[in-house]
């Protein structure tokens, strides 16, 4: 039988309630798999016989594990195809099927670039201008998500290892509208303006958020994706928008005011997020508005729907916060394991980020 040590892997869940998810190791012998995670290294072991429905993934530059385990379904991560043909000998020795799939590379592209952009920007293309005034972008910068913002357990994570990096532009990247034209009319995108538009009661020529009323920002930057196991399992990161007139913000505001803005917006960005996956939301899932407790000024709204993502049997949920104040448009975006005992932590963090708008130079400008 083949045995294995093959490092450098990311889990999800984490075996126990806030456990380490990496580093993780991986140990398999004849009779059993074996996890290291963390530092120092937590030890878990199973025999074979208790794990089920074991399958390897290949994808073009790295490689998934899959198992459940007590009912559980876990997935293991690797950015490495290093150990990947070994790994392939041990799933297949005990009964495991491999197969191979190409990453939605285009799909998830139009979703990272365009969905942020979007809710209060049109339908745009967004690429590096290099004119525009510095300051903008700096007061742009300033306002998004830091680690220091958030609690000691929180860190950043590559976005090939989160959810959210399916949904949240790259923070080293700064967007500038360009013209384009609309997208096809059965994309992803258009798709989810649909959801959108259906659910708020609104059509295309007046919708600001998806539709073809929007305006689009001087600068879009998004902060990095912050992760933590805290409160079941989260995972946030924020995208700031500066605009150039303070009317355009309070005209995005106004269409953002209705009842029931914030489980719409949620409902349509997980439309986004499932489509990375080659799935959608299923009929008859139900979004909620939610609207944080703040202390600081400045407008906020939000909403939370359940994000059912393949072979993750845990439950997640994804909330989207909007926020505006002055010449900004900033959006939270967060998956957790539950919003019940994550809503306090959100509810700190877009204080943080109404105050930082409020301190920034752009703010009464």
């Not at 992760?227 to 355009?248: I, P, R």
């Amino acid at each position: 039988m083949t045995t294995l040590r093959s490092e450098d892997w990311v889990v999800r869940p984490s075996f126990v309630a806030n456990g380490p998810t990496s580093p993780v190791v991986l140990l398999a012998d004849e009779t059993h798999l074996t996890q290291l995670a963390g530092i120092p290294a937590v030890a878990w072991q199973t025999p074979w016989s208790e794990i089920a429905n074991i399958e390897l993934v290949r994808f073009a530059h790295q490689m998934a594990l899959f198992a459940t385990v007590a009912d559980v379904r876990y997935c293991w991560r690797n950015r490495e195809l290093t150990d990947y043909d070994a790994l392939r000998a041990v799933v297949l020795e005990h009964g495991g099927v491999v197969s191979r799939r190409r990453r939605r590379v285009a799909v998830i592209a139009v979703v990272s670039v365009v969905v942020l952009a979007s809710f209060a920007g049109g339908i745009a293309a967004w690429f590096n201008r290099g004119s525009a005034m510095a300051t903008e972008l700096a007061d742009a910068r300033f306002v998004n998500l830091t680690q220091n913002d958030l609690p000691s357990d929180f860190s950043p994570t590559a976005s090939n290892e989160t959810f959210l990096g399916l949904l949240v532009p790259p923070s080293d990247k700064v967007y500038t509208p360009t013209t384009t034209t609309p997208p096809a009319k059965d994309s992803t995108f258009s798709k989810a303006a649909g959801i959108f538009q259906t659910c708020l009661g609104v059509t295309n020529a007046k919708d600001r958020i998806y539709g073809a009323a929007g305006q689009q920002p001087d600068y879009q930057v998004s902060s990095p994706i912050f992760n933590a196991n805290s409160s079941s399992g989260v995972e946030l990161a924020s995208t700031t928008q500066y605009y150039k007139t303070t009317t355009m913000v309070r005209k995005d505001t106004h269409e953002m005011s209705m009842a029931n803005f914030g489980a719409c917006f949620a409902k349509s960005s997980a439309t986004l997020v499932l489509s990375g996956y080659g799935t959608s939301v299923p009929v008859g899932t139900t979004a909620t508005s939610w609207r944080p407790v703040t202390f600081a000024t400045g407008w906020s709204r939000g909403g939370v729907v359940a994000l059912k993502v393949p072979n993750v049997t845990s439950p997640l949920q994804l909330v989207m916060v909007v926020m505006t104040k002055g010449h900004y448009e900033v959006t939270l975006s967060a998956i957790v394991g539950s919003f019940t005992k994550s809503e306090r932590l959100l509810d700190n963090v877009v204080n943080t980020l109404l105050l930082r708008m409020s301190n920034s130079s752009a703010a009464t400008a």
